[in-house]
């Protein structure tokens, strides 16, 4: 059996199949919960606003079904690793976006910043100070590849973690880990049986670490070219 590596948690999208959900427990693979799959199958789990996926089908977010769920969160449980805070995907206004949402969210779990395109370091570095403890990297795939090493960094110093959203392939697992990510997700692994097994591959901790360190990830051996496409 494959061996995930303890140092960056993975998560993937809901699965109805029970054997695929114990083999990902068996495994440490943990849930990226939305609203319309609530409650979770199993732990542990993040909950994810949903906006992302309702955004890619031309839908408009719900504030009133997240916090439907919120509520049901704070008052029954389980408790997520954290809250992926509403984001307007591809919005100037995304931040202060999120960081209106705080007083409704805090205290009911560990809470997410979702950086997008163009968010400037210091206008996150604030935020951050408001009480987020994770930063997850969102935005488009290109900008996410070229910014997410900076976005590793500032979480790190600022004593919080860093997620990447969408590394469901085994080069951009090997990538997130070089870089030092904490956790990672993406629905992609679900889609076959050779998505899931490359995926994992790219989560063990297969390099042995030379005199100089692991090499730093290159553009094409990770499959981060502008033409690379992945539904989540």
């Not at 068996?26 to 199958?41: F, K, Y």
């Not at 997520?80 to 919005?91: E, N, Q």
């Not at 395109?117 to 930063?135: C, I, K, N, P, Y």
Request: with cysteine; net charge positive; aromatic share 10%.
């Amino acid at each position: 059996m494959l061996v995930v590596v303890p140092s960056m948690k993975a998560y993937v999208g809901q699965t109805r199949s029970a054997a695929l959900l114990q083999r990902l427990s068996d495994l440490g693979i943990g849930e990226a919960t939305q609203p319309d799959e609530w409650p979770p199958r199993r732990n542990p789990y993040f909950f994810d606003n949903g906006a992302f996926k309702l955004w890619t089908n031309g839908l408009p977010f719900s504030e009133e079904r997240f916090l439907r769920v919120v509520e049901r969160i704070d008052t029954e449980g389980p408790r997520p690793d954290f809250i992926v805070v509403p984001d307007r995907v591809a919005d100037p206004a995304s931040l202060e976006y999120s960081v209106s949402w705080l007083p409704r969210l805090d205290g009911i779990a560990p809470l997410a910043l979702v950086v997008q395109d163009g968010m400037a370091e210091q206008s996150v570095r604030r935020a951050m100070g408001r009480g987020f403890s994770t930063l997850f990297v969102g935005g488009t795939l290109e900008w996410k590849f070229k910014t997410a090493p900076d976005w590793v960094r500032l979480a790190h110093e600022l004593g919080a973690k860093c997620h990447i959203g969408r590394i469901g392939t085994r080069p951009r697992a090997r990538w997130a880990r070089e870089i030092g990510a904490d956790s990672v997700d993406s629905c992609t692994p679900l889609f076959s049986e050779s998505n899931l097994t490359r995926w994992l591959e790219g989560l063990r901790d297969e390099y042995q670490a030379s005199l100089w360190g692991p090499p730093p990830p290159k553009a094409k051996e990770h499959g981060i070219t502008r033409k690379t496409k992945e539904k989540t």
